[in-house]
């Protein structure tokens, strides 16, 4: 079983950049959340994508924004980046659809630096 | 204040010792509960998770959850050094929904 791969591990960014991260989920998961972990605090949910349709936001801005694939794979894109995003970003994805006992699985995230 | 509180630690105990790691929350419709477990330059990983008030055990670690006082715990038996790790508490309303709301995580060293 496949679990939740990210890439890529490590970027380095400018303020006003735009930036791709990408996640395969763990094999039959149909549910991918993106969350945001800055140094020493606890991950931040930014949204859920279920069966390609966003599925729920955090309190994030829309310069953040998503894609899920037919795959489930996803993808998380924010755009004019600010040194405030420098952070963690984890993927997680689960077998979602309600009613489910399913806990969310976690990538080892992407570190980006906003310099 | 937070939705979820958690003593960000660091917390240094001895090997062999019983941990013993908690949070407090404040949205009593919270009715998920989970503990993940965070090594260095990793991402979290599922430790345990309980629905509603009550205990489970798995192994030498034991999860309380105690939703009239809003308090969950989270115990480890007989620590080992493999124990070093950033301990997060989660919870959620409702488990078809993956929203999960973290502690700040407690920093955990188990000293040989």
């Known amino acids: 079983e496949t679990g939740v791969t990210q890439s890529p591990t490590h970027l380095i960014k400018t303020r006003g950049q735009q930036v791709t991260l990408r996640c395969s989920s763990q094999s039959g998961h149909n549910t991918v959340s993106w969350y945001q972990q800055a140094l020493g605090q606890g991950p931040q949910f930014i949204f859920q994508?279920?069966?390609?349709?966003?599925?729920g936001r955090g309190n994030f801005p829309p310069r953040f924004s998503g894609l899920q694939f037919p795959n489930y794979s996803s993808e998380l894109n924010v755009n004019a980046l600010e040194l405030d995003d420098s952070a963690l970003y984890l993927c997680?994805?689960?077998?979602?659809?309600?009613?489910?006992?399913?806990?969310?699985?976690f990538g080892n995230g992407t570190r980006l630096t906003v310099t | 204040q937070k939705e979820v509180e958690q003593d960000p630690g660091p917390l240094s105990v001895p090997e062999g010792a019983i941990v013993s790691l908690n949070c407090t929350y404040s949205?009593?419709?919270?009715?998920?509960f989970m503990w993940y477990r965070q090594y260095s330059r990793k991402g979290p990983e599922l430790l345990m998770y309980?629905?509603?008030?009550g205990n489970k055990e798995d192994g030498r670690f034991t999860a309380q959850v105690d939703k009239s006082s809003k308090y969950i715990s989270l115990f480890i038996r007989d620590s080992q050094p493999s124990d070093s790790a950033t301990y997060l508490c989660a919870m959620t309303t409702n488990f078809g929904n993956e929203k999960l709301t973290f502690g700040t995580g407690t920093r955990l060293t188990i000293i040989p």
């Open positions: 997680a994805s689960s077998l979602g659809g309600g009613g489910y006992n399913s806990p969310l699985h």
């Open positions: 309980t629905y509603s008030s």
């Open positions: 949205n009593s419709a919270f009715q998920y």
């Open positions: 994508y279920y069966r390609e349709e966003e599925n």
